[in-house]
């Protein structure tokens, strides 16, 4: 679509140009061919933060809605780039910890110089310290709560002013859906949810506090949301389960995201098979079974021991990771990049030097985690890896639903705690690489956006009986 490739482009250059894309013939007729949806109010605290999940799942889904004849207005936290193509609104959150979270994204904005962020961060975190202190003493929740306040405020200011037929809060931030309960009750219009992860699970529990939040808000948007969506078929199950009054309301769609500008990167082979990962690592996802997998291979076949390489972006080594070399040594092998920033000599950003990376690697590795978050949980990277048309190795648990994706694609899919049989495909994976190569996978049939949209806009479209009904009935 030509007008989908003119705003990515632009808004990735950042160009003052939505006027002209606004009005671009291409985007104009195929607008016409779609009756108008009106105006929808759009929460999302992580809206245009380059390089998020919680922030590309929204994003991404902007042209589409302008093409499904919807009128954007978008309600932000002050952490992303202020969008220059549609009604862009940014608030702060009120609490002194959202403000530390706020601010520490926006220095990394403005400020390059590793030296003064470290300065500046300082020094705002020391006049925060004891208001975050008394905070932290009496109030348990996440970093992002306080942030519905200022949101319901600039929200309810525009929805005076522009009328939207649709209010839309969409995660990360579970203060955005408690913006969207609060205003779709004082201005009776109907209210969507977009939940990217589910809010309780299994055994989770942060403190009572933070678990007291999230079910007061889960039971909201069940209960009130005149449509409610998860990604995963088991997240959707277990919150229907907890919540019966959802009923027919509820809702799977995934995601996907938009198809990613890989440039002129293409795959070929190199002197080593290179092991990918992108995003983030952490305790509950780390590379410790792969490493001991790995670790092991290496010790029976030590021929591949300089014919390998493990390369890290977008994240270092967690501390379980690493603690898992200090036990089984890779030395050499694991190559740490982490958080790539905009190559001056080519222009190129963080975000599009990863996607590169991605497109020519040979096995990009997809990590699950292995506690009970994960059986209603799919990595988001996923979408992007399926765009980038590489073997995927993933180290799944207990998730069917992940596991026939990738299945039904002709990737790998390892019990992700299961050391011999991860052994057993790396060196399946091994011997492939060395007689030829890792050839693209053609069946990996990508999620789009557009899809997404359109099941989205479907949905909203079967409220209108409803919604107009309503509005009678008051009048």
């Known amino acids: 679509m030509k007008f989908w490739r003119q705003w990515r482009s632009a808004w990735q250059a950042r160009l003052p140009t939505h006027r002209t894309l606004m009005h671009d013939n291409d985007m104009t007729k195929t607008i016409q061919l779609n009756k108008s949806r009106g105006k929808w109010l759009i929460l999302s605290h992580a809206f245009n933060m380059d390089g998020r999940a919680a922030s590309q799942t929204i994003t991404d889904k902007i042209p589409f809605l302008i093409q499904q004849g919807i009128t954007p207005i978008v309600v932000s ?10 009604e862009h609104h940014q608030v702060s959150a009120i609490a002194p ?5 706020d601010m520490r994204h926006i220095l990394k904005k403005y400020l390059r110089n590793p030296l003064a962020f470290k300065i500046v961060r300082g020094l705002f975190s020391l006049v925060l310290l004891p208001f975050y202190l008394l905070e932290r003493t009496f109030i348990h929740l996440e970093s992002q709560w306080s942030w519905f306040v200022m949101a319901y405020i600039k929200g309810a200011a525009l929805i005076r002013k522009h009328n939207p037929t649709i209010i839309y809060s969409t995660g990360g931030a579970n203060s955005a859906h408690l913006a969207g309960f609060l205003l779709a009750r004082r201005y009776h219009i109907p ?19 933070a678990y007291g939040w999230a079910k007061y808000l889960e039971q909201k948007i069940c209960k009130h949301a005149s449509v409610a969506w998860w990604f995963t078929e088991m997240a959707l199950a277990r919150a229907s389960e907890r919540n019966p009054d959802l009923g027919s309301r509820g809702h799977m769609i995934i995601p996907g995201v938009a198809a990613p500008d890989f440039q002129d990167a293409v795959y070929k082979k190199k002197e080593r098979l290179h092991f990918t990962h992108c995003g983030s690592l952490a305790e509950t996802r780390n590379l410790a079974v792969f490493i001991e997998a790995l670790h092991g291979v290496l010790e029976k076949d030590p021929q591949y021991g300089n014919k390998v390489q493990i390369d890290i972006y977008s ?15 890779l030395p050499g092998i694991v190559v740490e990049h982490g958080r790539l920033e905009t190559d001056l000599a080519t222009g190129k950003s963080g975000r599009q030097q990863v996607l590169e990376a991605m497109r020519r690697s040979d096995v990009l590795l997809l990590l699950h985690g292995s506690d009970p978050f994960c059986e209603e949980y799919i990595p988001s990277k996923l979408f992007e890896y ?7 190795l993933g180290l799944i648990w207990r998730n069917a639903q992940l596991e026939n994706i990738l299945n039904e694609r002709q990737h790998t899919v390892v019990n992700a705690l299961d050391v011999v049989d991860l052994q057993n495909k790396l060196l399946e994976k091994l011997n492939n690489w060395e007689t030829s190569e890792l050839p693209d996978n ?11 949209v359109s099941k989205i806009v479907t949905l909203v479209d079967n409220l209108t009986p409803q919604r107009d009904s309503k509005r009678h009935g008051q009048h």
């Not at 949810?193 to 403190?207: K, Q, V």
């Not at 053609?442 to 899809?451: A, L, N, Y």
């Open 191 to 209: 209210w969507i949810a977009e939940l990217h992860d589910p809010m309780i699970h299994g055994e989770w529990r942060n403190s009572r506090m």
């Open 386 to 392: 399926l765009w980038a048309k590489r073997p995927i």
């Open 315 to 329: 994240s270092k080594l967690d501390s379980v990771s690493r603690e898992a070399l200090t036990r089984f040594p």
């Open 77 to 86: 936290a002050q952490t992303g780039t202020k969008d220059i193509f549609i």
């Open 97 to 101: 910890s959202g403000l530390k979270f």
């Open 442 to 452: 053609p069946k990996s049939t990508p999620f789009t956006v557009e899809d997404a």
